[in-house]
């Protein structure tokens, strides 16, 4: 491992080099909420160990153009409980 891990965050090790992260943040839907929430949201940030507290830009991605997108709407239209 490269890097420390500074007070209040926290190491996430994935074996890819992509991550999802889902998360809810209560909001009435006032205007003034928003506001709360979308600076809230301006705070987060996902960065490999060894870049934290430095500038980072994230490689370029590449397009497979064998993905199935009819098998990511398959995932979408599944029933979630």
């Known amino acids: ?3 420390r891990i500074a007070s209040g965050r926290y190491r996430v090790q994935v074996p890819t080099a992509m991550v999802w ?3 809810r943040i209560y909001c009435t839907g006032t205007p003034q909420d928003y506001a709360a929430v979308h600076a ?3 705070k987060f940030s996902v960065v490999p160990l ?3 507290g430095k500038p980072y830009t ?3 991605g590449t397009v ?3 993905f199935d ?3 990511r ?3 979408r239209s599944m029933p979630w409980t």
Do not use: A, E, H, R
């Open 50 to 52: 060894s870049s934290y």
């Open 69 to 71: 997108m009819k098998q």
């Open 1 to 3: 491992m490269v890097g």
């Open 73 to 75: 709407c398959v995932i």
């Open 21 to 23: 992260i889902l998360g």
């Open 64 to 66: 497979d153009p064998n």
């Open 58 to 60: 994230p490689p370029p």
């Open 40 to 42: 809230l949201q301006n």
